[in-house]
C-alpha cells in the first residue's frame, strides 16, 4: 500500500494524535483568527484543562497571560504573513508558571488555491532533552542577567566577562543560538516587557519607553513597531 493511500484511509484525525506520545511537544493547529481547532494532550494540560473540547475555539486570551497572550497572536499574524520560525529558542511559562527554555517553530497552513487557512506549530521544553539544554546554558548567563538588568545600559563587555568569553565569541554564540546578536537579544526584551506595561499598566508610553531602558520616546516607538507592527499608542487602544 503506498504512503498517500494509508495517509487517506488512516485520515487527519489519527495521524496528529500520534502527537499525543510525545510528553515533551506541545503541538497545537489555530485557524487564521488564532482559535484552537486541535491541540495534544499536552499542550492541553499546559493551559491548564483537560480535554480538548475545553479549549476548542479559544485563543491565547482565554489562557495565557495578556501580555503573553498578544505576543503568540501576533505571532500568529506574522507567520501568515511570510514569516518563518524554526527552532526559535525562547523563555516561556511552564504549566507551574515558572520560566524555562523552550525551542518553537510554527508554519503556515493553505488550502489547494494557497488560501490561508490558519497556522500550526510545536514547542519543545528543552528542560526535558538534555543534549539540546548544553547547548543554551552556552549562553544562559549573558541571558538571564539581560533579562534581569534590561532597564539600565548593558554593554557586551560586561556580558562576555560574565560568560569568561571573548565579546567575538559571545556573538557567535548569541548568533548560533539565539540567531540574533547581544545588542538585537537585549533591544527584544526591553520591548517584550515595554509590551507587557503597556498591557497591564496605564503609565504613559514615555514613561514605558523610559523604564524599559530607551532614552528617547520616538526611537522607541519605532523600534516597536519594527518588531510588533505597529506602534504602542495603537496597541493600547486595541487594549481599551
Known amino acids: 500500500m503506498k504512503i498517500d493511500e494509508i495517509i ?3 485520515g487527519v484525525n489519527q495521524l496528529i494524535a500520534a502527537f499525543d506520545l510525545l510528553h515533551d511537544i506541545l503541538f497545537w493547529v489555530k485557524d487564521n483568527e488564532s482559535r484552537v481547532l486541535y491541540a495534544n494532550q499536552h ?3 499546559h493551559q491548564g484543562y483537560k480535554s480538548l473540547d475545553q479549549i476548542l475555539l479559544k485563543t491565547d486570551f482565554d489562557f495565557s497571560p495578556k501580555h503573553l497572550a498578544f505576543q503568540y497572536v501576533n505571532d500568529d499574524k506574522r507567520v501568515m504573513s511570510g514569516y518563518i520560525v524554526t527552532d526559535r529558542l525562547e523563555l516561556n511559562q511552564t504549566s507551574n508558571g515558572e520560566l524555562a527554555w ?10 489547494e488555491s494557497n488560501q490561508i487557512l490558519g497556522t500550526y506549530g510545536i514547542t519543545r521544553h528543552l528542560q526535558k532533552t538534555s543534549k539540546a539544554l548544553l547547548h543554551v546554558r552556552a549562553i544562559e548567563g549573558p541571558v538571564n542577567y ?3 538588568h534590561y532597564h539600565r545600559h548593558i554593554c557586551i563587555e560586561e556580558l562576555a566577562q560574565l560568560a569568561h568569553l571573548s565579546v567575538s565569541a559571545l556573538e557567535r554564540r548569541f548568533k548560533k543560538h539565539l540567531a540574533k546578536t547581544p545588542n538585537q537579544f537585549i533591544n527584544e526584551i526591553r520591548l517584550e516587557n515595554a509590551r507587557r506595561l503597556l498591557v497591564e499598566t496605564q503609565l504613559p508610553v514615555s514613561q514605558i519607553a523610559y523604564e524599559c ?3 528617547e520616546p520616538s ?3 519605532k523600534q516597536f513597531k519594527r518588531l510588533f507592527g505597529e506602534i504602542p499608542s495603537q496597541m493600547r487602544n486595541q487594549i481599551e
Open 8 to 10: 487517506a484511509r488512516a
Open 213 to 215: 531602558g530607551f532614552s
Open 102 to 111: 523552550f525551542s518553537t517553530s510554527k508554519k503556515v497552513i493553505t488550502d
Open 43 to 45: 499542550f492541553i494540560e
Open 219 to 221: 526611537y522607541f516607538s
Open 146 to 148: 539581560i533579562r534581569e
